[in-house]
């Protein structure tokens, strides 16, 4: 493995979306990931247009990178083979409640007891001292709990709507690695593990109200809740006589650009509304109704090449199929078709992020269920005798390491 975190290796005990991606960003910069998942699988295998049943389209995007072991650890047998997986580890993640956790003897003593260094590592919905702490939570019940479907109704007045992409479990996803690399680093200087607990209602909180406690950050508050110009019913593409732009004028010298652009240079100091960033701000709705109604005078063409040439923020408003057609996404190289071995040819994308000296390129695709436990279980010191016992007893699945080892290699 190549990549800044090439060495470490991860325990990914966590299924769905939040924790699988939190996992796989890890992988991306160069850990190795090993996924450990129930006999019938992480859920997410199964949604979506797919060549085989357990090998769903958004599975393959959030497992690229990691080894599949299948286990039952109820059975004492898989409990004891993931202890001794642990030993060899440097990060247990979850994404099961902390009382599940318990109750299959994988709490974080337990886990700490074979390996006193492990970053034990847990997603889940609610910060444990709260009235909450033992409620399952998914990304709509957060997104609610968080206020984002009553800031879509504030915006547009119509009925509250989730935001239309996992929000919730990719925002916490993320939080989540940049938590576990601190970890690390401190580890790396003291020496010592520690347990860490990223809670989805609370990250996401602080990402919501980060703009919107607004004049309730003031103790009495001086205004409402919300920023005002991200709730506005104006802030949105901008129609144009053929098409849709996005266009964000923001800076005083913009706006002089702009209005100077459209033959309107006095109005920037006549007009109070457009005289500075505060004013702009109290008036967003008036100011973006001004330009919605510029913008509906020309063509798109145009606009882009009159906005761009007067320095002025724009682009076009893609769709996701022309997303996936997008010239600059094409001339970085940020998708690539690659062969996996089951599911045919598949567009992945790179990591976005660029590093001079380590570059980051996972080497493996998503993997089959199972398709690694054999391989694992061996480096973890499990003899063939205890490895053919679980799998006569169901414990784990039994592919060979001859039949699936390398089978999801990077083509």
């Known amino acids: 493995m190549s990549g800044p975190l090439a060495g470490v290796r991860v325990i990914d005990f966590t299924t769905i979306v939040m924790g699988p991606y939190a996992s796989q960003l890890l992988g991306d910069l160069g850990a190795e990931l090993i996924k450990v998942e129930a006999l019938g699988g992480d859920a997410m295998r199964f949604v979506g247009p797919k060549k085989h049943a357990d090998m769903g389209p958004n599975f393959l995007h959030l497992n690229r990178g990691k080894r599949s072991v299948a286990l039952d650890l109820k059975h004492a047998l898989g409990r004891a083979a993931l202890l001794q997986m642990v030993k060899r580890a440097d990060v247990f993640l979850y994404s099961l409640r902390p009382h599940t956790l318990a109750r299959l003897g994988l709490g974080y003593d337990q886990v700490r007891a074979v390996n006193a260094g492990i970053i034990y590592a847990g997603c889940f919905g609610y910060g444990q001292r709260g009235p909450n702490a033992g409620k399952p939570a998914y990304d709509d019940l957060i997104q609610g709990a968080c206020a984002v479907p009553s800031l879509t109704r504030r915006a547009t007045g119509g009925e509250p709507r989730y935001a239309p992409l996992n929000l919730a479990d990719r925002t916490v996803g993320m ?237």
């Open 175 to 411: 939080y989540a690695a940049m938590t576990i690399n601190a970890a690390l680093y401190e580890r790396a200087r003291s020496g010592l593990g520690q347990e860490v607990q990223i809670p989805m209602f609370e990250t996401l909180t602080q990402f919501v109200l980060g703009d919107h406690m607004w004049g309730h950050t003031h103790v009495p508050p001086n205004d409402g809740t919300a920023y005002v110009r991200l709730i506005s019913p104006e802030r949105r593409p901008f129609r144009t006589l053929d098409g849709f732009i996005c266009v964000l004028i923001y800076s005083d010298r913009q706006w002089q650009s702009f209005l100077a652009l459209i033959g309107q240079p006095g109005r920037f100091t006549e007009d109070a509304r457009f005289r500075d960033a505060d004013s702009r701000t109290r008036h967003v709705d008036e100011v973006q109704a001004f330009v919605a109604v510029t913008l509906a005078t020309r063509g798109t063409e145009e606009w882009l090449t009159v906005l761009e040439a007067a320095d002025i923020p724009v682009t076009r408003m893609n769709t996701l199929e022309s997303l996936l057609e997008d010239p600059h996404l094409a001339a970085t190289g940020f998708f690539e078709e690659v062969e996996h071995p089951t599911e045919g040819r598949l567009r992945m994308m790179r990591v976005p992020a660029e590093f001079s000296r380590t570059p980051a390129q996972p080497e493996r695709l998503a993997p089959r269920l199972g398709e690694h436990s054999v391989q694992v279980l061996r480096e973890a010191g499990l003899s063939d005798r205890q490895i053919a016992e679980m799998i006569e007893l169901g414990v784990t699945l039994g592919v060979t390491v001859d039949a699936a080892a390398n089978t999801s290699e990077r083509a």
